[in-house]
Structures are given as C-alpha cells and as structure tokens.
T-cell receptor
Framework: DGGITQSPKYLFRKEGQNVTLSCEQN?????MYWYRQDPGQGLRLIYY???????QKGDIAEGYSVSREKKESFPLTVTSAQKNPTAFYLC???????????FGQGTRLTVV | QQPVQSPQAVILREGEDAVINCSSS?????VHWYRQKHGEAPVFLMI?????EQKGHDKISASFNEKKQQSSLYLTASQLSYSGTYFC???????????FGPGTRLSVLP
C-alpha cells in the first residue's frame, strides 16, 4: 500500500535535547512538507522540499532543520533552539509543489 | 498572511446543510480544502484555481469567487461522517508558500 509514514506516534524528550522525527513516503512524490499544528492555529509550514537535495524554509523554520537526501525521506530535527517545541507535527507529500497533499498520521512531541 | 475562516465552529443535525467560508485580504491563485477528523491526518477534499470555478464530489462542493477573494465550502444533507475540522489553504501566487486557515470545527449530531 502506498502512503506516508511518520514515526514515532508519540515522543517525549527532555528540554535541551535535539530530536529527529521521521517521515517516509512510497508515493514517488517530488514534494514533501513539515507542518506544526497547535490548538486553534491551523497548520503552520516549517520546511518544504520541492525536489530531492533541495529544501526551503517555511513560515516558522527557526529552531528546526531538515534534510532531503533521498526522494522518499524528509526527516525533521527539532533543535534545542526551538523555544516551544511541544506540538503535533505533520508531514505531507504531493506529486509536485502545492498540489493535492497526502498527510502522515503525525507525531506528538512533548518536551519536559 | 493567514486566511480567515468563518464560522469558527458549527453544530448541525444530520441532514442539515452548512457553508464554511475562507476569506483573504489578498488576491488568490488557488484555494485548497482539507478535512481533519479528531486524532487523524488531514484529508484532501478539493483544489480550486482562480477563474471562479466550482467543484464538488458527493454532497460536498466549493466555489471560488476571485473578486471577493473568497472560497466557500458547501456541505449538503450532512452526514455524521462529515464531522471534523475543515481547513482552507491559500496560495497567493503560483509557487508561493501555501498558508492554512485556523480551521472550522463542524459537528454533526444524530
């Protein structure tokens, strides 16, 4: 079955630690995205990648980093510089940039 | 700039109709609609491109009024399965960052 997989579903980290969220897709999509979802604020774009080996900052990139070394993978690292990292993180992919997006099930990160 | 969605929340009885609006202060190139059920991933509903087209599938349709810089999502004869949060996403120019609205929570009661 084709789809987009995020892992883990829940993640707990201590303050000051970096943490990496996994996102894998087998849909052969060129574009991939990371969103952060907080209650009442919709989805905010962190980073996006239109093609392998290229990525761009979204609206709230500070404190995050990504890589796109393989077409199917777009991991997100939440660094210790992110002031308020506790949130629900969603990864998505689309055939090309800004077309129909398919979302993963999300990772809920809690930093204590 | 984030689009404005209205209403913020709506409660319906099964079989009733609803309209959700998505408004922008800037001219739009495209509007995307997604639905997210509680605890699940958002699911794509439809994309509308500037030109005033209307789209729909099943009993959910949408329009795009370029002049008003607004899109509306129409849910007719609502079913329990329509419950969830509806997000519009806007693209102001082709290839620019895509911005989601804050969402409209729809609850359909039996």
């Amino acid at each position: 079955d084709g789809g987009i997989t995020q892992s883990p579903k829940y993640l707990f980290r201590k303050e000051g630690q970096n943490v990496t969220l996994s996102c894998e897709q087998n849909l052969n999509h060129d574009a991939m995205y990371w969103y952060r979802q907080d209650p009442g604020q919709g989805l905010r774009l962190i980073y996006y990648s239109q093609i392998v080996n290229d990525f761009q900052k979204g609206d709230i990139a500070e404190g995050y980093s990504v890589s796109r070394e393989k077409k199917e993978s777009f991991p997100l690292t939440v660094t210790s510089a992110q002031k308020n990292p506790t949130a629900f993180y969603l990864c998505a992919s689309s055939m090309t940039y800004n077309t129909e997006a398919f979302f993963g099930q999300g990772t809920r990160l809690t930093v204590v | 700039q984030q689009p404005v969605q209205s209403p913020q929340a709506v409660i319906l009885r099964e079989g009733e109709d609803a309209v959700i609006n998505c408004s922008s202060s800037k001219a739009l190139y495209s509007v995307h609609w997604y639905r997210q059920k509680h605890g699940e991933a958002p699911v794509f509903l439809m994309i509308l491109l500037k030109g005033g087209e209307q789209k729909g599938h099943d009993k959910i349709s949408a329009s795009f009024n370029e002049k008003k810089q607004q899109s509306s999502l129409y849910l007719t004869a609502s079913q329990l399965s329509y419950s969830g949060t509806y997000f519009c996403g806007t693209e102001y120019n082709y290839g620019q960052n895509f911005v989601f609205g804050p969402g409209t929570r729809l609850s359909v009661l039996p």
